[in-house]
Nanobody, 124 residues
Framework: QVQLVESGGGLVQAGGSLRLSCTASGRTFSSYAMGWFRQAPGKEREFVAAISWPGGNTYYADSVRGRFTISRDNAKNTVYLQMNSLKPEDTAVYYC?????????????????WGQGTQVTVSS
């Protein structure tokens, strides 16, 4: 059993910033890529960002590249998503997930454990 817990969501005005955190339980963080996905009302879950194990190789969706930064602190079993220059279209529930391998992936089926999600709302 792997447990992932997200935090840091909330309400922010357009142009503002938020930092999301995701902490994994036990020793399950080691050797796995980590990713962030989001789902807006009425839309499919979409890829946001991913980072390799132990770090350094990252991928971003075109919609967030240049504004969002994914990082990880392996000693703390934690992955972060720094979100800057937020737009109303970024409004969604954000989920962190553990990859099946050390390589970052952009599709949800390459991840095996998921957090419960944290709400991000960006007002205009």
């Amino acid at each position: 059993q792997v447990q992932l817990v997200e935090s840091g969501g909330g309400l922010v005005q357009a142009g503002g910033s938020l930092r999301l955190s995701c902490t994994a339980s036990g020793r399950t963080f080691s050797s796995y890529a980590m990713g962030w996905f989001r789902q807006a009302p009425g839309k499919e879950r979409e890829f946001v960002a991913a980072i390799s194990w132990p770090g350094g190789n990252t991928y971003y969706a075109d919609s967030v590249r240049g504004r969002f930064t994914i990082s990880r602190d392996n000693a703390k079993n934690t992955v972060y998503l720094q979100m800057n220059s937020l737009k109303p279209e970024d409004t969604a529930v954000y989920y962190c997930a553990r990859g099946r391998t050390p390589l970052p992936a952009t599709i949800a089926t390459r991840y095996d454990y998921w957090g419960q999600g944290t709400q991000v709302t960006v007002s205009s």
